[in-house]
């Protein structure tokens, strides 16, 4: 009965140590073997061969168990779990091979106080069920009841263990000490608050910038409107579009680009600048540095018709030689976007020749594009029945392979049970050193609580009365009570209260001092710019005069030049469009020709009308920095 309790104990240990989540069967019966190679050849079999029952049945077992649990074994503890499981093993599947009375002494070798079709169904087949598990357990019934029957005769003979009381701790009330009744402190004078002043009229009236906002809208909007009207009226000549990029040299081809020429139904919409004359509010730095540019531009006046009185020369001869440098700039310009002009339209060109090039290279690349994919599928088709070849000679291998797996299984339960066996003697050191640790610190966890227990037995002592009037008498210097030290500060706060309003009066002071001083610079200021824009406005009177003036003749040199090449490319890129005609291709409709002169004809439109945009938009920006120039001349020049 020892020998079986023994291999009893040893399966119940090593269930309890299956984890079904993490660890797989075979690999803990291989780890179990390696543990057990101390015990004899028959011990290491009959263990080996219960737990590899109740591993392989552990479903089964556990619907039995835990009926057992619900039904009649809510006294038994849940520890026993295994124990239940190996018994069930045993009587389900060994009861014919060990003999009724092999395992009674197996049941009676535990102690004596540790002692489903259905479900089986829904795992097994019922006919398998019904013949291998419910017959075999059904014809052991009575055998097995008799066994029942002296196991409760043997718990009723045995007396209950008597269970001692456990001790009830008393709460005690805490020793509190009572607080004393607060002082009443010393009220504070009430201060005097200065008297408000009542809100500005300004607040509830609308602000003057707004109307002055909506003012200059009005007047904007009224300038804009009437600029618009004038350039309805006096179109510019360079809008009016060309035919088809020919100068007209014949007057039998004025007819015909009088009919292909379009008619312009709408002007394109006009760019309005903001008005120079926005008002922008200056800070001081600015203030003074304007005030001081105006000051040494008087100094200057000054010196000049000093200088003038003195018998100095004119400047008019080189005046004279200024406005010559700034016509041929003029001229330079012109001629410039001329140049550009034609550049624009060379490109346009280049463009179009690229285009027809690209095309026949893009013809040529998708032959070949063909050619390749075509021998690419001859490829592919090599290639995969060079695969099937190879996948044929691996299902070969593979099946010698697993001729030698055996083999090489055992050989890695052997090493696996020597690791397994080192790691069991380490664990056990551990467990060892780790338990005296643990009485080590109970006892300094002992030691520690009986000291704070004798220190909390220590009587208190009681705080005393303070008097806040009286000194404390520490022998230092300047050494005074509280309510002194109380007065002292509130001394020293009005003290330094009275110094900050003296502050403040001083620099509300120099702040209206230095207002009023910006206030006659701003004065300065805005007499100077009313004299600078009277003469900026005549200025803009004489250029204004000047560009009105008929424009450079084109006879430049690089004008004709480009001339030239713009003529050659368009000769080439007919000629190029012939030879792409002359391949046969099937004719178009009869009446699809006027629509490619009319898209032509629109492309031409749009293309002249994009370029005098930017023409527009060139010359406007020529005028503004010329007119700057000017400006800079003129006062270096003062």
Request: proline share 5%; hydrophobic share 35%; glycine share 2%.
């Amino acid at each position: 009965m020892a020998y079986y309790g023994k291999c009893i104990e040893t399966v119940i240990e090593q269930l309890n140590k299956f984890q079904p989540e993490k660890d797989s069967p075979e690999q803990f019966l291989e780890a179990t073997s390696t543990a057990l190679q101390t015990l004899s050849p028959q011990k290491q079999a009959f263990i080996l061969e219960l737990l590899s029952g109740c591993l392989e049945y552990r479903k089964l077992m556990a619907v039995v168990v835990d009926a057992f649990y619900v039904r009649a074994g809510w006294l038994c503890p849940r520890a026993d779990y295994s124990l239940f499981q190996v018994i069930c093993y045993l009587a389900m599947f060994q009861l014919q091979e060990l003999g009724f009375q092999l395992f009674c002494d197996i049941v009676k070798a535990q102690p004596v106080d540790k002692m489903h079709k259905d479900e089986w169904s829904l795992i097994y087949e019922t006919a398998h069920v019904k013949e291998n598990w419910i017959d075999p357990l059904m014809r052991w019934q009575p055998e097995v009841q008799e066994l029942i029957h002296q196991l409760e005769e043997v718990m009723a003979n045995q007396l209950p263990l008597s269970k001692t009381k456990a001790r009830v701790t008393e709460p005690k009330e805490f020793n509190l000490t009572v607080p004393r009744p607060r002082a009443i402190p010393v009220p504070e004078p009430v201060p005097v608050v200065a008297k408000s002043k009542p809100v500005p009229r300004s607040t509830y009236q609308p602000p003057k910038e707004q109307q002055l906002l909506e003012m200059a809208k009005r007047f904007n909007r009224w300038k804009a409107e009437e600029l618009l009207l004038q350039a309805n009226i006096e179109e510019m000549r360079c809008a009016v579009p060309r035919s088809q990029g020919k100068p007209p040299m014949q007057a039998s081809k004025k007819k015909l680009q009088l009919q292909l020429m379009p008619q312009i139904m709408k002007t394109s919409k006009l760019t309005f600048y903001k008005p120079s004359e926005v008002p922008v509010k200056l800070n001081t730095a600015a203030i003074l540095r304007e005030g001081s540019l105006y000051q040494q531009q008087v100094e200057k006046e000054l010196q000049r018709v000093d200088q003038l009185v003195d018998g100095a020369g004119d400047f008019s001869e080189f005046l004279e030689w200024q406005k010559k440098m700034q016509a041929k700039d003029r001229e330079e310009e012109l001629t410039v976007g001329e140049c550009r002009r034609l550049l624009g339209k060379l490109s346009r060109e280049e463009a179009i020749l690229a285009r027809q090039h690209v095309m026949q290279e893009n013809k040529q690349k998708a032959n070949q594009k063909k050619e390749e994919t075509a021998e690419l599928l001859q490829q592919c088709a090599e290639r995969r029945l060079q695969e099937e070849k190879s996948m044929k000679e691996l299902v070969e291998q593979v099946t010698e392979a697993q001729k030698n797996i055996k083999l090489v299984q055992m050989k890695l339960l052997k090493d696996r049970r020597q690791t397994v066996q080192e790691v069991m003697e380490e664990s056990r050191e551990l467990l060892q050193r780790s338990a005296e640790t643990a009485k080590e610190e109970q006892k300094r966890r002992c030691e520690l609580i009986s000291q704070l227990r004798a220190l909390e037995t220590q009587p208190m002592r009681k705080g005393k009365l303070v008097d806040l009037t009286q000194i404390p008498g520490y022998g230092l210097e300047g050494e005074m009570s509280v309510v002194e030290l109380r007065e002292r500060l509130a001394l020293l706060k009005e003290s330094q209260r009275r110094e900050e309003e003296e502050k403040r009066d001083q620099i509300i002071q120099g702040k209206r001092a230095r207002s009023q001083e910006l206030q006659n610079r701003m004065e300065q200021i805005s007499l100077c710019r009313a004299a600078m824009g009277r003469s900026a406005a005549l200025r803009w009177e004489e250029k204004k005069a000047r560009s009105a003036a008929p424009g450079v003749s084109s006879q430049d040199e690089r004008v004709l030049e480009l001339q030239r090449k713009v003529e050659e490319k368009v000769a080439e890129r007919r000629r190029k469009q012939a030879t792409l005609k002359s391949v046969p291709v099937p004719a178009p409709a009869p009446a699809s020709r006027p629509a490619r002169t009319k898209a032509w004809a629109h492309q031409e439109q749009q293309h002249w009308r994009d370029l005098q945009q930017s023409r527009e938009r060139r010359l406007r920006t020529l005028q503004l920095s010329t007119s700057a120039a000017g400006h800079g001349r003129r006062q270096e020049a003062a």
